[in-house]
């Protein structure tokens, strides 16, 4: 288990040079924008506007903090906000974002189809619990909230927008919330 604090993640332009992206962790590590396995990120969005188009690439997308209209090429438009789940949807089709009431922090989880896929899910802890992860690679994501996670007794400090990455699953992780924490946990599979 390793904590990645978000003070730490590396910020990187947009494919469309259309913003900044903050980068919490991708595979192979350090791999550049059209070389990653997979790719976790969380994005202050500005304005409206197309995003950038990935080949071979499936995305789920998390709003975070405000509402988006999300218009992806041959789906209907969808209304995304904090209180919607995750959203998965080709990334190599023509999407476009209308920010409704003003700038959108979300969530991005991208993985390179024939490689790897994903799956998002939120989750919620007011009391202690422990979190079971299945095999593969896990990143769990603190929201909001703050508390301790651990395993094994050993536990340690995390915050908003900290992340706890688990590399060789089956894993449980021990969530003791502080105040409650809303996360999002990750899987991804090798193909």
């Not at 218009?71 to 476009?96: I, K, M, Q």
């Not at 990455?165 to 105040?179: C, D, H, K």
Request: with cysteine; aromatic share 6%; net charge negative.
């Amino acid at each position: 288990m390793r904590i990645i604090r978000h003070a730490d993640c590396r910020p990187m332009p947009w494919k469309n040079g259309g913003g900044v992206t903050t980068e919490i962790m991708a595979w192979p590590p350090a791999a550049g924008l059209d070389a990653f396995d997979w790719r976790i990120s969380m994005a202050q969005v500005a304005s409206g506007g197309p995003f950038s188009v990935f080949a071979g690439i499936d995305r789920t997308l998390t709003v975070l903090e405000g509402t988006m209209r999300l218009a992806v090429e041959g789906t209907e438009n969808r209304v995304l906000s904090s209180e919607t789940g995750p959203y998965a949807f080709p990334g190599d089709v023509a999407t476009a974002a209308e920010l409704i009431g003003g700038a959108v922090l979300d969530f991005n989880v991208m993985t390179r189809r024939g490689r790897f896929s994903h799956s998002v899910t939120r989750k919620t802890f007011a009391v202690p619990g422990k979190l079971e992860l299945p095999a593969g690679t896990g990143l769990v994501f603190l929201v909001s909230g703050s508390g301790r996670v651990g395993q094994a007794g050993a536990s340690t400090l995390v915050e908003a927008h900290d992340a706890v990455l688990v590399e060789t699953g089956p894993a449980s992780i021990e969530i003791e919330p502080l105040q409650p924490v809303t996360l999002l946990v990750v899987e991804l599979v090798g193909a």
